[in-house]
């Protein structure tokens, strides 16, 4: 390369993810890191749950510290955005006036919130997290408020919820499905969190919409539900999902529809700019009758980490398609919930386990899709050894309590 080297638009986890590694593999011409926020690049996880529970401060949540980026010669230009792509010129144009050439350019812009389209959504108290700037919001907040309502009851909406419930605060959670984490979850994982966040005080309202966000002296009082109930709040959590930043990369003439689409390889069709991490559709083996071109785009700290290393290599000479096996994990009160591989919603469920530790195996067309593991680690490492290995388990193998699923695991292929 030359001396413009690589360019990263994007300074999360995998945007820094991909600078550690590239240098690690001996890349040695110039790392640009451009990120819209004014932190070091930091893990966003705890954010939900321990940084908002006040178990760790802001410095615990740097990915490195400052030191880092000097002794490997990587350039961190913080509180700016990628505003624009030249590729014929390669340079990308920033939101201060500069631009940087590049040899080689990453979009890494990650996603933002999906807003709530409902009058009163722009008052003061209405929150929503995803970032440094959002935790600190919101812990102020909690740290003056009785009552909250979340709208929402996926991962972050119910990790707050938690958190909040056990700084006994009055919790409602709204939701328009009929079941937490609908979208992520079975249904046996989803009515055990529920009488978890139950069992803490947690309220909820499914098959719920909101209409509106009411107010008094500009700041959120409360919400109003499309049947008509009002639910009153000293400030309203908004977490509702998020939209892919892709509009960098459109506006550049780059196929990004729900995501920057790329390749096996995480390269866009311009051979100059690759994409990875929560902006980046990319086509998966665990993808395969899950959406209908086999591509999906995943929100999860291990994607993020996996693709900037995948990448990574590509850039330092040692390509390799990404086919990492995907993996979550969310802590909700006393529970932890670790997922392994991609299930989808019309996916058969088989327990394994009761009480408040158990698993429940997906199953799409007769082949093992995912595994949700409840306070069972043991069970999450064995899924992702057989997930990963492709290794074939049968519904009637994992419903068999007698069935040694660990040493099926443990075969050499």
Same mark, same amino acid.
């Given at each position: ?220 009082? #409360? $919400?109003?539900?499309?049947?008509? /109930? @009002? !639910? +009153? *709040?000293?400030?309203? =959590?908004? #977490? $509702?999902?998020?939209?892919?930043? /892709? @509009? !960098? +990369? *459109?506006?550049?003439? =780059? ?11 995480? *390269? ?146």
């Amino acid at each position: 390369m030359s001396a413009a080297g690589i360019v990263i638009a994007g300074a999360g986890q995998a945007g820094f993810q991909l600078a550690a590694s590239l240098r690690e593999g001996g890349f040695r011409d110039p790392i640009t890191l451009v990120g819209d926020e004014t932190a070091l690049p930091y893990q966003r996880p705890p954010l939900s749950k321990a940084y908002l529970a006040g178990k760790t401060d802001r410095t615990g949540l740097f990915l490195r510290q400052p030191g880092f980026f000097t002794e490997h010669s990587i350039t961190h230009r913080p509180g700016v955005s990628a505003v624009a792509i030249d590729r014929a010129g390669r340079r990308l144009g920033l939101s201060d006036g500069d631009s940087l050439a590049y040899d080689h350019l990453v979009i890494a812009t990650g996603a933002r919130n999906r807003p709530l389209p409902v009058p009163g959504a722009e008052l003061d108290n209405v929150h929503q997290l995803r970032g440094l700037a959002d935790a600190d919001a919101l812990r102020a907040a909690i740290a003056a408020a009785q009552a909250i309502v979340v709208v929402g009851a996926g991962f972050i909406g119910l990790e707050f919820a938690a958190v909040a419930a056990t700084r006994g605060l009055s919790v409602t959670v709204v939701e328009a499905a009929d079941r937490a984490m609908a979208r992520a979850v079975s249904p046996e994982i989803a009515r055990f969190f529920r009488g978890v966040h139950e069992a803490m005080g947690v309220r909820f309202a499914f098959g719920a919409s909101v209409t509106a966000i009411v107010g008094r002296q500009g700041r959120a009082a #409360g $919400i109003v539900l499309a049947d008509g /109930r @009002e !639910l +009153a *709040a000293d400030f309203v =959590l908004i #977490g $509702i999902g998020v939209v892919p930043n /892709r @509009e !960098l +990369a *459109a506006a550049a003439g =780059l196929p990004a529809d729900d995501g920057v689409r790329v390749d096996a390889f995480l *390269a866009t069709p311009d051979p100059a700019i690759s994409a990875i991490g929560d902006c980046a559709r990319f086509p998966s083996p665990f993808a395969r009758g899950l959406t209908p071109d086999g591509t999906v785009r995943i929100e999860s700290v291990q994607n993020a980490i996996d693709q900037g290393r995948c990448l990574a290599a590509r850039l330092n000479g040692k390509p390799a398609p990404y086919a990492a096996l995907p993996w979550f994990w969310s802590d909700q009160g006393m529970h932890k919930l670790q997922i392994a591989g991609l299930a989808g919603p019309g996916d058969a469920s088989v327990v394994r386990g009761a009480g408040d530790a158990f698993s429940v195996f997906r199953f799409r067309d007769g082949s093992l899709s995912a595994v949700e593991s409840v306070d069972r680690a043991a069970d999450h490492m064995i899924a992702r050894r057989l997930l990963a290995a492709g290794t074939h388990l049968t519904p009637n193998q994992a419903a068999d309590p007698d069935f040694d699923i660990k040493a099926l695991a443990m075969r050499r292929p």
